[in-house]
């Protein structure tokens, strides 16, 4: 043990990478789980911002055997996500602002008690609260029957278990944090996709960053989309709140949402009886193809940023459900390969994407809390420089009819 140890140390200092300690949580092939857990700073002996992770297996209701994995930072944030629930993050926390929202779904359910088929494809919704859940990868969007086959709501990633988690945490400074979990999309004769999804993060941060890799593990070529659905409410979300991003184009989703187009960009109080308004856009990046999108409250001294490689998610929805409280007051920023319509639709419309046998695609998100003026400030100041003097074409017709 000590000598793969030592020859572990030895090839990462070979390779230029840090010494790091891995924690496997959960291995299905090896058939072993840690449960519940935790490990922090103090036990590493590691200096810098304080921090601990922890794991917890709940009980009772449909959250029966859930996991949820909290990383919790002195100094930054405290990050929430279940490795039950696809690896999608639960909330985020930190110097007193969530990122998240209130879902009328109150506990973490477990994907064995939902069926994604009922409600006419929309079973997916039972399980819906999350900061950001993972839509996709073998379909996305809006569900529909084509050839006696059920397409449901938003797939099946943000539903799926890992098969292994990972925890890995850097030796030297500034120590960073990576959760590592590994998603199967696996049916006989149909899909072969695996995702090996991370969660970077620094202790003291007011960011992290999400890297995700999918892979094409069958012998055919194979379609994939993804949907980032990112979601956020009070404190950030309010009325006279504002969604911003340097833009190409803005349409509707629906006949619906034409309604809405003349102020799709800020938000109402709650409401009763607002539908969900979407909006599709094209995002305008930097010469990098690096853009972002935010949300920021009235009085602009609070928000969240999420940003984005547009070579790797060259789409953006904006989703408006500014219903009342109880029912879901919310905004979803959606980075993505595609936008919510159907996969048939999106297949016709060229918005779907393939993977050749062996071949593997990378996503990377980077999310930010902007928890003072000045950050909020910072972030505007970076999205007008990206937009530069073009204005973004404002279209009045759909693109698509579900």
């Not at 098969?163 to 890995?168: G, H, L």
């Not at 149909?190 to 892979?215: C, I, M, Q």
């Not at 659905?229 to 404190?235: A, D, I, L, Q, Y």
Request: one cysteine or more.
């Amino acid at each position: 043990m000590k000598l793969a140890l030592l020859a572990g140390m030895v090839m990462a200092a070979i390779s230029g990478q840090a010494a790091a300690q891995t924690w496997v949580l959960t291995d299905a092939e090896a058939g072993t789980d840690k449960g519940n857990w935790q490990i922090d700073s103090k036990q590493l002996k590691l200096s810098g911002d304080a921090f601990s992770l922890q794991q917890k297996v709940l009980h009772g209701g449909k959250q029966e055997g859930s996991k949820v994995l909290t990383i919790t930072s002195k100094n930054g944030l405290t990050i929430a996500l279940s490795p039950t629930r696809g690896m999608d993050l639960l909330h985020v926390n930190g110097d007193g602002i969530r990122l998240g929202w209130d879902s009328p779904v109150d506990e973490v359910v477990n994907p064995a008690y939902i069926n994604l088929e009922s409600r006419n494809g929309l079973g997916w919704l039972e399980g819906f609260n999350e900061m950001m859940v993972r839509c996709g990868y073998e379909w996305t969007g809006h569900p529909v029957v084509k050839d006696g086959r059920i397409y449901t709501l938003h797939g099946k990633a943000g539903n799926t278990p890992a098969s292994r988690v990972e925890v890995t945490i850097d030796d030297k400074a500034p120590h960073e944090i990576r959760v590592r979990g590994l998603l199967k999309e696996h049916t006989f004769k149909k899909a072969n996709l695996e995702t090996w999804t991370e969660l970077r993060y620094v202790p003291g941060a007011k960011s992290f960053t999400l890297h995700d890799v999918l892979t094409n593990r069958g012998d055919y070529p194979h379609d994939y989309q993804i949907i980032y659905h990112s979601n956020f409410g009070t404190p950030i979300l309010e009325k006279d709140a504002r969604f911003i991003a340097p833009l190409k184009s803005v349409s509707p989703f629906n006949d619906y949402a034409k309604t809405g187009l003349k102020t799709w960009n800020t938000y109402g109080a709650p409401a009763r009886d607002f539908d969900e308004m979407v909006f599709n856009l094209v995002p305008k990046a930097d010469s990098s193809g690096k853009t972002l999108a935010a949300v920021i409250n009235s009085k602009g001294d609070k928000g969240a940023s999420i940003e984005f490689d547009t070579h790797q998610l060259p789409l953006l929805t904006m989703w408006k459900n500014t219903d009342t409280l109880k029912q879901g007051y919310v905004t979803g920023i959606e980075p993505g390969t595609n936008y919510a319509y159907p996969v048939t639709i999106e297949k016709e419309q060229g918005r779907v994407r393939q993977l050749q046998p062996g071949q593997s695609t990378t996503f990377e998100l980077t999310y930010s809390l902007l928890s003072s003026a000045s950050a909020v400030n910072a972030t505007e100041q970076r999205i007008k420089q990206i937009q530069g003097d073009e204005q973004p074409a404002v279209e009045e017709k759909p693109i698509a009819v579900e």
